[in-house]
């Protein structure tokens, strides 16, 4: 196992449906609606405007390097121009099978040195063999919001505080 590189952030793998993109986000105010367009189709994105804000301040603040680990990979202009967060990097682009992506893309960051925050509503373990894997030695905290409500205030705060090294 890698040591954790010292002056590199940790890494911040963000799911987008589910995560971000919810049916009642919360947060205390009207959720922002918009429309993003994949595949041929348009899709109906609902967002809490405070959650995207503290996720672009803390990687803006260089507490965590965030990138895109969705299935919106393959349209990153899409999530630039609906959701306001522009310069995010991503962990692939267009993939036959998401769900291999995206723990390829959280291993990845752990042998490569650095701490992993990973948010998905589903492809984030809860328990088992993988959980423990990439939980071990405390390098990784792993986030599996509700889907219909996405990330909330709490979860932000415990990535928070595992970026600042307070948990």
């Given at each position: 196992m890698s040591q954790v590189s010292p002056g590199e952030p940790p890494v911040w793998l963000l799911d987008v449906d589910g995560v971000i993109n919810a049916k009642r986000p919360g947060w205390g105010a009207v959720p922002f609606q918009g429309r993003a367009y994949a595949l041929g189709a348009e899709w109906k994105l609902r967002w809490a405007p405070a959650l995207t804000a503290r996720i672009?301040?803390?990687h803006r603040d260089g507490l965590v390097e965030v990138r895109w680990c969705s299935t919106w990979?393959?349209?990153p202009g899409e999530l630039d121009r609906v959701l306001r967060m522009p310069g995010l990097d991503r962990a692939f682009g267009e993939v036959p099978d998401f769900a291999i992506a995206k723990l390829a893309a959280a291993r990845a960051v752990l042998r490569g040195g650095r701490r992993l925050v990973w948010t998905d509503d589903t492809e984030v373990p809860e328990s088992g063999p993988l959980y423990d894997e990439l939980t071990c030695g405390g390098r990784a905290?792993?986030?599996r919001p509700d889907e219909r409500r996405g990330l909330q205030p709490a979860h932000l705060d415990r990535i928070e505080a595992f970026l600042r090294?307070?948990?």
């Open positions: 672009l301040r803390l990979c393959a349209w905290l792993l986030v090294g307070t948990t």
